[in-house]
C-alpha cells in the first residue's frame, strides 16, 4: 500500500471516501498532494483522531472545514478552530454535533 500515493486522482478518492478503508491507508492519503484528496479523508469515519490532528493544521482552509465537520473529532480539536481564521472552518465546527451548545454560541458570535 505504500504506492497509494502513485493511484490516479479517481482511485484515490474511491479509496479515500470508502467506509471500509483502514486507518492506516487514510494516514497515507491524509498526505496526498490534493486538497480535495485530504478534505475526503477528513471526512472519513475511520481516519484516526493523530490524523484528523494533522489534517487540522493543514494550510487550506478546504481541508480544515472537513476535519471540522467530522463527527469523530474530539471536543478539545473542536476547540481548536475557535480561532481559526477562516469563517467557513468555524461555521464547520459550530455545525459538528459533537458541538456544545455554548461552543456552537460562541463560534457563530465570531462569525457575526
Do not use: W
Not at 474511491?14 to 486538497?35: C, G, H, M, R, V
Not at 456544545?100 to 465570531?110: G, H, P, V
Amino acid at each position: 500500500m505504500n504506492n497509494i500515493l502513485e493511484l490516479s486522482y479517481e482511485e484515490k478518492i474511491y479509496i479515500a471516501q470508502d467506509p471500509k478503508t483502514t486507518s492506516k491507508t487514510l494516514e497515507i492519503l491524509s498526505t496526498d498532494k490534493s486538497i480535495l484528496i485530504r478534505g475526503v479523508v477528513a471526512d472519513n469515519p475511520n481516519t484516526t483522531q493523530e490524523t484528523l490532528n494533522v489534517l487540522a493544521k493543514d494550510k487550506d482552509s478546504y481541508v480544515r472545514c472537513h476535519v471540522a465537520r467530522n463527527r469523530n473529532i474530539s471536543k478539545e480539536l473542536l476547540e481548536q478552530f475557535f480561532d481559526d481564521g477562516d469563517d467557513f472552518v468555524r461555521r464547520f465546527a459550530a455545525k459538528n454535533p459533537n458541538t456544545t451548545e455554548i461552543m456552537r454560541r460562541l463560534l457563530l458570535m465570531k462569525n457575526d
